[in-house]
């Protein structure tokens, strides 16, 4: 069965950066993409950008572009997400979901459990 | 960016009511527009694809329709797990956008 299981909740200081993975199993990891989603508390969601983990092509939403990286590795079937500079306002629970390998047309059709990121000063 | 506009905000519902969620885009766009359920502390869940296309395992009284700017999610007889969050979201331009979500209460 189609899991991706991320790493644990992290907190961080304001300008300091965080690394979240997701690592996938039950399908081949190079036949699909990765978006990852974040939902701040008690608001809604918030495409954070895309990567094909085929050949490691990105997309990213301009209002975050220069402060996030996106990566995948294929030899463990992991994507990870790097966001840096944190500010309070990117505390959320950070979710990663299978895509598409193109960056449109696709749909989330499996999650991963949500990390938790709390950023404080 | 497409903007997604969700109505209503929040709805109260009964079980067996036939409830209707709508979507609708700043722009003009293509049928690449999903459905979501999200129940408190969960991440979301697909239901629909595409316009109209029911997720596998996903019950029937679900159905999605619509296209152009207009798209509507329809619930055909409510049941007690239905309560929840939905959001819709574009695929159809870069960035991918969400609807703010409507929440679906039990009346």
């Known amino acids: 069965q189609v899991q991706l299981v991320q790493s644990g909740p992290e907190v961080k200081k304001t300008w300091a950066s965080v690394k979240v993975s997701c690592k996938a199993s039950g399908y081949t990891f190079t036949n699909y993409g990765v978006s990852w989603v974040r939902q701040a508390p008690g608001q809604g969601l918030e495409w954070m950008g895309w990567?094909?983990?085929?050949?490691?092509?990105?997309n990213y939403p301009l209002k975050l572009q220069g402060r996030v990286t996106m990566t995948a590795d294929t030899s463990t079937s992991t994507a990870y997400l790097e966001l840096r500079s944190l500010r309070s306002d990117d505390t959320a629970v950070y979710y990663c979901?299978?895509?598409?390998?193109?960056?449109?047309?696709?749909?989330?059709?499996?999650w991963g459990q949500g990390t938790l990121v709390t950023v404080t000063s | 960016d497409i903007q997604m506009t969700q109505s209503p905000s929040s709805l109260s519902a009964s079980v067996g009511d036939r409830v209707t969620i709508t979507c609708r885009a700043s722009?003009?766009?293509?049928?690449?527009l999903n459905w979501y359920q999200q129940k408190p502390g969960k991440a979301p869940k697909l239901l629909i694809y595409?316009?109209?296309n029911l997720q596998s395992g996903v019950p029937s009284r679900f159905s999605g329709s619509g296209s152009g700017t207009d798209f509507t999610l329809t619930i055909s007889s409510l049941q007690p797990e239905d309560f929840a969050i939905y959001y819709c979201?574009?695929?159809?331009?870069?960035?991918?956008?969400f609807g703010q979500g409507t929440k679906l209460e039990i009346k």
């Open positions: 979201q574009q695929s159809d331009s870069i960035p991918s956008t």
């Open positions: 595409a316009a109209s």
């Open positions: 722009q003009r766009m293509t049928n690449y």
């Open positions: 990567i094909n983990a085929y050949n490691g092509h990105t």
């Open positions: 979901a299978r895509d598409s390998r193109s960056p449109l047309a696709g749909y989330f059709d499996y």
